[in-house]
């Protein structure tokens, strides 16, 4: 069975940075495709990076050059370093590999 845990959300400053991580178990992340998702308020949830099996990378428009995806293989998690964060990036992200989801960890830009 796989278990996904998101840690790392929080409130942050407009500018600020976080970093999210996910840790999981009953599969191994380094040879599957992890992703980050978000979901804000009213709205559907879309994707926000991607890390293949290679490490190649994607992002969406509105957080490249802001956001890094990255995996700790020993520690089978993934992480989400986010900087320069606006308003607009406050949502609920949530941790997906293969079928499985993680809880969601909360991240609010605000003043």
């Known amino acids: 069975q796989v278990q996904l845990v998101e840690s790392g959300g929080g409130l942050v400053q407009p500018g600020g940075s976080l970093r999210l991580s996910c840790a999981a178990s009953?599969?191994?992340?380094?040879?599957?495709?992890p992703g980050w998702y978000r979901q804000a308020p009213g709205k559907e949830r879309e994707m926000v990076a991607l890390?293949?099996?290679?490490?190649?990378?994607w992002y969406a428009d509105s957080v490249k050059g802001r956001f890094t995806i990255s995996r700790d293989s020993a520690k089978n998690t993934v992480q989400l370093q986010m900087n320069s964060l606006k308003p607009e990036d406050t949502a609920v992200y949530y941790c997906?590999?293969?079928?499985?989801w993680g809880q969601g960890t909360q991240v609010t830009v605000s003043s």
């Open positions: 997906k590999v293969a079928t499985a």
């Open positions: 009953g599969i191994i992340l380094s040879a599957n495709t």
């Open positions: 890390l293949n099996s290679v490490g190649s990378a």
